[in-house]
């Protein structure tokens, strides 16, 4: 059905004339058959996410353009074609699932009018046929309470419960091409395995094809026919996955398929503090009730508990790793801790109580302890350049630091991350995803913080990379003695980062120990859960 044919993308400055132009795709080529599933496979910055989305012209026009090369959709040429032409197209013929959910969905409409509007757009479907439909495709990605989230909007949802609203929007013409740009970096492993199962037996169903792209080899082994291997820009090799995965002929694939998450955090120093401790920790939010309900104070909704009564304490030089589900209160957890949410019982840093210090008495501590959200890109301002980004912390926390010595120190982070320090004068738009998140990280680690919160810190990158981040996080640990929450639904990264784990469910400490137990001796029956479907997703 689809055929790219020596496709390049280029970009060039419009504003000023005299700028070089930079080509990022270089002459790529693959087909995609009906019922067949192609994987785009490579390093954040690869081009992968170009590539796919110049299949529906959806690059920033005319900046971007394609020095040569073809697009077709059963013979059609896609290139070039009248926007009117490819909004016909556009959720109907081809579907996306975009790499961060958070940017792709409109913050002003809910989640019933986001998944409705392709159903009326291209179907003429009226308001009662759209919402039985709505709710068949949340119950279909995993919403157990479906009718309840309809009239919620994308920063209610957790970032896995965003990404199965993108899913659904995706599938809900029920295309001919589902074009999936990294469908499970969000989720846990237990809802990636039921969201691949679930597109496989759709395109079973439909004889749909899928251009999945992913850093996974986990997700590319069992979902992939056929694979692309690309490295800055280009085509390295391609082929039957079978095959590329069994016998690598270039280099560069077998350095992919070799990276795995090992190794393990320094052992805590037996004399350490206590930098962090929390007795009964409990966070809620109201649900909303109406207004002649709230009067006559009749069939009022409980509020909802996100997190119920958790105790624990973090010594200086651990790493607590916190997993659980999407929606199982981790990421609450957090913002309760650092004081972005209100909570219910003690937290103390140092041994100092913080839940009842005011705002004021809370800055200074702010540069001690850190935080990486999961979502990059909606975490960085678009109008900051990368320098005046990670600089920020510094200007605020350290005012009497010249500019001069910003610049250097700025310099120095973009390094560690693995960064070039050129790349300081762009903006966060001009970046993948992975090099998005090493930018955040970078913003975190500037104030050398002796606590940091990791919120799904290597979700967006690929596996080589994620080494490498790791990697740097453990030697900064090491040299510093800090302390990590490493919240993260990869439990072969949380294995290789964590001296103890917390599992989490509903809000609630499921279990809780040291990694070799959770791991070799798990007691609970959901922690075995989740431990099978990562191992067997990996398998």
Known sequence: MLNINNLSVAFKNILNKNIEEKHVVRNVSFSLAKGETVALVGESGSG???????????????????????VTLDGKELLNLPERELMAIRGHRIGMIFQEPMTALNPLHTILQQISEPLFLHFNMNKKDALAKVLDLLQLVGFEDAAERLNAYPHQLSGGQRQRV??????????????ADEPTTALDVTLQATILDLIKSLQKRFQMGLLLITHDLGVVSKMADKMVVMKHGEVVEKGFTNVLIQNPAHPYTKHLIES?????????????????????????FDKPV??????????????????????FTLKQGETIGIVGESGSGKSTLAYALLRLVKSQGEIFLDEKRIDQSSMKDLRPLRSSFQ??????????????????????????HQPGITAIEREQIVSDILKEVGLDPEARHRYPHEFSGGQR?????????????????????????????????????????????????????DLKVVRAMSHRIIVMRYGKVVEE??????????????TKELLKAAFSLNA
């Open 166 to 179: 993108m899913i659904a929007m995706a599938l809900a013409c029920e295309p001919d091409i589902l074009i």
């Open 513 to 526: 120990g040291s990694v070799g137990t959770i791991f070799n001796n798990p007691q609970e029956l959901y």
């Open 437 to 489: 998140q090493r930018i955040a990280i970078a913003r975190a680690l500037i104030l050398k913080p002796r606590i940091l919160v990791l919120d799904e810190p290597t979700s967006a990158l690929d596996r080589s990379i994620q080494i490498e981040i790791m990697d740097l996080l453990r030697k900064l640990q090491e040299k510093h003695g800090l302390s990590y929450l490493f919240i993260s639904h």
């Open 290 to 311: 109406p207004l002649l309900t709230k009067i006559f104070q009749i069939n009022q909704k409980p509020d909802f508990i996100a997190v119920n009564d958790i105790s």
């Open 260 to 284: 795995e998450p090992s190794g393990a955090p320094a052992p805590v120093p037996l004399q350490s503090d206590n930098v962090l401790s929390t007795k009964s920790l409990k966070v809620s």
């Open 48 to 70: 992968k996410s170009l590539t796919a989305l110049s299949i529906l012209g959806l690059l920033n026009y005319p900046a971007a353009f394609h020095p040569n090369g073809s």
């Open 371 to 396: 935080i990486i959200f999961q979502d990059p890109f909606s975490s960085l301002n678009p109008r900051f350049s990368i320098e005046q980004l990670i600089a920020e912390g510094l200007v605020v």
